[in-house]
């Protein structure tokens, strides 16, 4: 049983395309987190939400509480976004994490 | 600031052995957390330490072990090694104890395989 699940497993753009990554989870959290891993390894913490939306600059996190939802949304995609996205939520103090969406932004 | 430092970056033990690895959190951050990253189960939660105490565990057997010391700097222990160890182990700090209420900033990662 996967208590996050995260759609598309993955996805191929252009450049320039409007991008979206859906996270669904089935536990109560606390927070929700969108982290960024490019290839060999390193993760950035992206956005940490609890309710509402966040922007940073081409990127943007919504979640839903009540439909227990989240996305992640890239404007303007570019190459350099092609990395793994992982969805990971917390609840007391574990972190459960999504299996990640692999994209691949191509120019 | 630094960044949050782990040693070493690469690993190569055989199976039986035992091995440490090392997380230097970014200074002033207490919260120490350890991941398991697998091609197979993706991201999994080790354990969280905070000034020193173990808060949370994943489901991982007692073979995983850890502990953080009074400068914050932590360590995780795997002991008799298998073949399924083989993994990307990450480590994280922030700066409260609660999970909810602070970002995580991570290591580069220790890639360990067991041969």
């Known amino acids: ?107 | 600031k630094a960044g949050v430092t782990q040693t070493p970056r690469y690993l190569i033990k055989t199976r039986g052995q035992q091995v440490t690895l090392s997380c230097s959190p970014i200074s002033g951050h207490r919260s120490v957390s350890w991941y398991q990253q697998t091609p197979g189960q993706g991201l999994q939660f080790l354990f969280e330490y905070f000034s020193e105490t173990q808060r949370n565990k994943g489901n991982f057997p007692g073979r995983f072990s850890g502990r953080q010391f009074s400068n914050s700097r932590s360590e995780m222990n795997v002991s008799t090694l298998e073949l399924g160890d083989s993994a990307l182990y990450l480590c994280a700090s922030r700066f409260t104890g609660r999970a909810g209420t602070d970002t995580q900033y991570f290591g580069p990662g220790t890639r360990l395989t067991v041969l």
């Open chain 1, 1 to 107: 049983k996967n208590e996050v699940e995260q759609s598309p497993q993955n996805l191929t753009a252009q450049e320039g395309e409007f991008i979206t990554i859906n996270c669904s989870y089935s536990v109560g959290i606390s927070a929700l987190h969108w982290l960024q891993q490019h290839p060999g390894g390193g993760i950035v913490s992206l956005f940490m939400l609890s309710s509402g939306k966040k922007k940073h600059g081409r990127l943007i996190a919504t979640i839903n509480i009540q439909e227990k939802h989240s996305s992640l949304h890239i404007t303007a995609s570019h190459p350099r976004d092609s990395a793994v996205y992982i969805c990971a939520v917390v609840t007391g103090n574990q972190f459960y994490f999504g299996t990640g969406t692999s994209l691949t932004v191509i120019p």
